[in-house]
């Protein structure tokens, strides 16, 4: 009998690879290739996150990131993730704070927009992750149903038609913004 034992990738082993052009997260060491998820997705990620940025910024709230920010979530194997969209409070990371690597520290909100091939049970899970490494808030867009999934620590996930609308509850005191302003341009 002959095993073969696979070397497990560093959060330092991801940042070189992106340098060479490999995009990716590292779940629990082991890589896992990501790839353009579409223009529909891109947009939706862009109206998202001018949204919250023309909320957060003016009140100095704290830090909004993209995908390519990643966040080092687990260490030995290390765990790095990237959110479509994450907000981060002042409180957890100063705004003059310069990070060249990866965040160590859990959001407060994640935004997740499902892509194409993504099963509805997959973005489920990846909701469930984060709310299981501290983050508060997690909004998942379905864009073929043009809905958001709201999911909360100890609370029934909340699904919000595109008559719905968002809430930034505790996190984001005073944010809302219809679902429909993610779809309609």
């Not at 830090?63 to 979530?73: I, N, P």
């Not at 030995?76 to 002042?90: C, G, Q």
Request: glycine share 8%; with cysteine; net charge negative.
């Amino acid at each position: 009998m002959t095993t073969t034992q696979t070397r497990l990738l560093t959060a330092a082993d991801l940042l070189r690879l992106d340098t060479q052009g490999v995009r990716g997260e590292l779940i629990r060491g082991v890589l896992c290739e990501t790839m353009s998820a579409g223009y529909e997705h891109g947009q939706i990620v862009m109206r998202m996150g001018a949204l919250l940025m023309n909320f957060i910024a003016p009140k100095r709230l704290g830090t909004l990131v993209g995908s390519d920010a990643g966040v080092w979530l687990e260490r030995d194997p290390d765990t790095v993730r990237e959110p479509d969209i994450a907000f981060t409070s002042a409180e957890k990371i100063p705004l003059n704070a310069r990070i060249t690597g990866y965040a160590e520290v859990a959001p407060d909100l994640v935004v997740e927009v499902a892509s194409p091939g993504d099963s509805r049970r997959a973005v489920h899970d990846k909701a469930r992750m984060w709310l299981s490494h501290g983050v508060r808030l997690v909004w998942v867009v379905q864009p073929d149903t043009r809905s958001v999934d709201v999911h909360r620590p100890d609370a029934a996930v909340a699904t919000l038609d595109a008559d719905g609308v968002l809430d930034g509850l505790d996190i984001l005191p005073g944010f809302r913004c219809g679902v429909s302003a993610l779809f309609d341009p």
